[in-house]
């Protein structure tokens, strides 16, 4: 007989330091829930994690009771939500966009507008800056996720993305993501 699945998202910030993921992670296995998916990164002298946690309702609430002292415990700002299992979008196709460049401010927000004009979701995005190989430039890197509705012609959007990321001087790609 199917069960209803519950979910709980937690996120999760505090300063950096060995045992976090142990510590937050022994927490949820002691109250008997379980990590479906998860982030986690390290940004400046801060960690950050997002959580995606199933459990039973009854499970998802003593988790949730508990929160308050594990913020204590592991001096970590930590928000919880309930949510559901996201539905699959059958029409959407999985594509990846990497873009390196100069590093200079407004890429995320001028990538971030050209999705959003074009009614397509990021679904994922990781961003980096980094020094270049012999000359120390400074360089900054995008990796997205995102989900082009399957009415949208590819090719056309291609270049149109191909066209925009030339007249800002990034050097992108847009592939399909292959499963």
């Known amino acids: ?27 949820i296995f002691d109250n008997e ?13 801060e960690f950050a994690i997002l959580l995606m ?14 929160i308050p002292g594990l913020e204590q415990e592991l001096g970590l700002t930590i928000i919880a939500k309930r949510t559901e299992e996201r539905s699959a979008a059958a029409d959407l196709l999985p594509y990846g966009v990497e873009v390196v460049s100069l590093d200079h401010p407004g890429i995320v927000h001028h990538l971030a507008s050209f999705f959003s004009q074009h009614h397509i979701n990021i679904e994922d995005m990781a961003t980096s800056n980094y020094a270049a190989a012999h000359t120390g430039t400074p360089m900054f890197s995008v990796h997205m996720t995102v989900g082009i509705p399957a009415d949208i012609h590819i090719s056309t959007l291609r270049k149109e993305f191909l066209e925009f990321c030339d007249s800002l001087n990034l050097d992108a790609v847009l592939e399909p993501i292959k499963g």
């Open 1 to 27: 007989m199917p069960t209803n699945k519950n979910y709980l998202v937690i996120s999760a910030l505090g300063n950096d330091r060995p045992g976090i993921i142990d510590n937050l992670s022994k927490a």
């Open 33 to 45: 829930c379980n990590i479906t998916d998860s982030r986690m990164t390290v940004l400046g002298g």
């Open 53 to 66: 946690v199933e459990g039973q309702w009854n499970t998802l609430s003593k988790l949730e009771d508990a």
